[in-house]
Nanobody, 126 residues
């Protein structure tokens, strides 16, 4: 059974930065494509982007700002979401998820992801 645990969220002032971590544990954890998503209060879940198992491919949602970058360190079984120049509209619960089918290319659609973390809250406020 694959498990994902997010961390790194918190309260940050506008213009600040945060790096979220997603630790993936379980068999062959470094062979899964990982996606990042977020959900703000009263809004639908939004795709941020995904990274392939090797880290060689990243893909971002159409509405995701250039301020966000996804990376991974398979030696640490960890996927990161670096967020810079944060704005109040970035306030949301952020989730990482794993695609169980180990596709060659990562996909951003949340319905393809079968394993989810519990989420970490990011609040951007002065």
């Amino acid at each position: 059974q694959l498990q994902l645990v997010e961390s790194g969220g918190g309260l940050v002032q506008p213009g600040g930065s945060l790096r979220l971590s997603c630790v993936v544990s379980g068999s062959d954890s470094d062979r899964y494509n990982i996606g990042w998503f977020r959900q703000a209060p009263g809004k639908e879940r939004e795709e941020i982007g995904c990274i392939s198992s090797s880290g060689g491919m990243e893909s971002y949602g159409d509405s995701v700002p250039d301020r966000f970058t996804i990376s991974r360190d398979n030696a640490k079984n960890t996927v990161y979401l670096q967020m810079n120049s944060l704005k109040s509209e970035d306030t949301a619960v952020y989730y990482c998820a794993a695609d169980p089918l180990k596709r060659v290319f990562c996909v951003k659609t949340p319905e393809f992801y079968g394993y989810w973390g519990q989420g970490t809250q990011v609040t951007v406020s002065s």
